[in-house]
């Protein structure tokens, strides 16, 4: 007779669990490659903020200098609206433009007269001579002094 065989039954090993050492390992390694990525875009993110934060400075500081110049520039046509209101921006404006004067006040011309011109080292000074008050505006008698019409 043939020997009888044995069956055998096979060895099961029970599921074996990482350790705990190696998941320690593990997952430290997770938290640190994660926190480094995290610091990478943080730098990434606040460098541009960084720039952009540079941008505004420079235009605050462009924005400030034209508001000065604007407020000087505000002062000073204060100060001439209120000289041209005054009294006597009124009579300067009253003279020269209106042929105004004030009363027992005589308005004088002067016209150059062109003597003969002479060879002599010496020429004789222009002669000037006093007109009486006319019509004719103060723009039109110098007018006609410098340009001769």
Known sequence: MAPKRQLRMPKIRPPTLPRPERIQ????QL??????AFAIYLMVL??????QEYRMQQQIAL?????AQREQEQRNLQDRLAYVRSDAAIEVLA???????RPNETVLQLNIVDPAPTTGPNPPAPVVAVVPHESVPNWRRWWN?????
Do not use: H, P, Q
């Open 63 to 67: 924005r400030a200098s034209e508001n």
């Open 31 to 36: 938290i640190t490659w994660g926190l480094a």
């Open 95 to 101: 003279r020269d433009r209106l042929d105004m004067a």
């Open 25 to 28: 390992r593990s997952s430290l």
């Open 145 to 149: 002094i410098l340009f001769g019409s």
């Open 46 to 51: 606040f460098s541009g903020m960084v720039v």
